[in-house]
């Protein structure tokens, strides 16, 4: 199962076949940016790739667009994904994110 590095805080995270990298992390309990779940609505779940590029499915014509139109310009970071579509195909993907927490433990 493909690993994905998540920077700044050297978070890793499993991704199964046919997952999106937001869809691995909702599914082990990582907070993982969100207002939309994955309908392509809110861009808060963007990702920049920082290494690995090669291990990720390249963008869909639909997922450029939605960056291209419903982002601010000063987001759109070379490497911009969208991490509820982005599918990961190997490992020594490395993403940067602020905002993804490991699971709360439950006490
Ligand atoms: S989760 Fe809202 S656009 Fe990705």
Redesign the pocket.
């Known amino acids: 199962m493909p690993v994905v590095t998540i920077l700044p805080g050297d978070i890793e995270i499993e991704v199964a076949s046919g997952e999106t990298l ?1 869809q691995a992390a909702w599914r082990q309990d990582y907070q993982w940016p ?13 990702c920049v790739v920082r290494d690995g590029e090669a291990a990720a499915e390249p963008a869909s014509a639909l997922e450029e667009g ?1 960056i291209a139109e419903r982002m601010p310009r000063f987001r759109q970071l070379p490497g911009t994904r ?4 982005l599918r990961v195909i190997g490992d020594g993907l490395v993403v940067e994110k602020e905002g993804v927490r490991p699971p709360v433990c439950s006490a």
Do not use: D, F, H, S
């Open positions: 937001a969100t207002t939309c779940w994955g309908e392509m609505a809110c861009m808060v779940c963007a939605c969208l991490a509820c579509q």
